[in-house]
């Protein structure tokens, strides 16, 4: 008697439903991806160049210890209050002469900052800080410096300094772009957000 042969299965089909399943869940997955905090970083120095000298009223210090507790210019302070204190402190245009404020509206004291390009936020922390709080301060320091900018940006120009920049990017604006842009730098060259982050204390 002769033998049958066993029936082959054409598995070609299966190739094609496999490949179909596998494009269908790259389309509907979606990949979760990190987000960080937007940040430009100062071009790199030149080691020759001499840092220059800072007065000590410039100098604004703002430091988290380990504790999460927030202390400005060596004194406690709640997190609400710090955009407020940085405001004082960036506006305060106390400075004579050349280093004299024609727009700032503070209270012009002279044991303040000079005036808002001379002032320099300082932002310290512990090691052991709490990684939510020192971004929560860090938040409220560059928040400060976008309140002076919208009030000088609708002072000047009768619009928001954050307007000013979604006007920039986009793409349906109608206006003069480049004519924006110096507008922004000008406002930007009034107050310069400088915010020193120094190195993590043990």
């Not at 001499?50 to 430091?63: A, D, H, R, S, T």
């Not at 999460?68 to 609400?80: R, T």
């Not at 005036?115 to 052991?128: D, F, G, W």
Request: net charge negative; glycine share 4%; aromatic share 6%.
């Amino acid at each position: 008697m002769a033998r049958r042969s066993a029936p082959e299965v054409n598995a070609g089909s299966m190739a094609d439903i496999a490949f179909l399943l596998l494009i269908f869940f790259l389309v509907t997955t979606t990949i979760e991806t990190d987000s960080g905090i937007s940040r430009k970083l100062p071009p790199p120095q030149e080691e020759d160049i001499v840092p220059p000298v800072l007065k000590e009223k410039n100098i604004f210090v703002v430091e988290l210890n380990k504790n999460n507790d927030l202390l400005v210019e060596e004194s406690p302070m709640q997190l609400e209050e710090l955009r407020e204190a940085a405001v004082k402190f960036l506006d305060n245009g106390g400075g004579v002469g050349d280093e004299a404020c024609d727009y700032c509206q503070g209270d012009r004291s002279t044991s303040s900052s000079d005036n808002p390009t001379k002032a320099v936020i300082s932002l310290r922390n512990n090691r052991e800080t709490n990684y939510a709080t020192y971004i929560a301060v860090q938040n409220e320091l560059v928040a400060a410096y976008t309140t002076l900018r919208n009030r000088e940006a609708e002072r000047l120009f009768g619009k928001s300094f954050v307007q000013m920049e979604k006007d920039l990017k986009d793409v349906n604006y109608s206006g003069n772009k480049e004519a924006l842009k110096e507008d922004i730098k000008k406002i930007q060259f009034m107050f310069p957000e400088k915010l020193s982050e120094a190195e993590p204390k043990k």
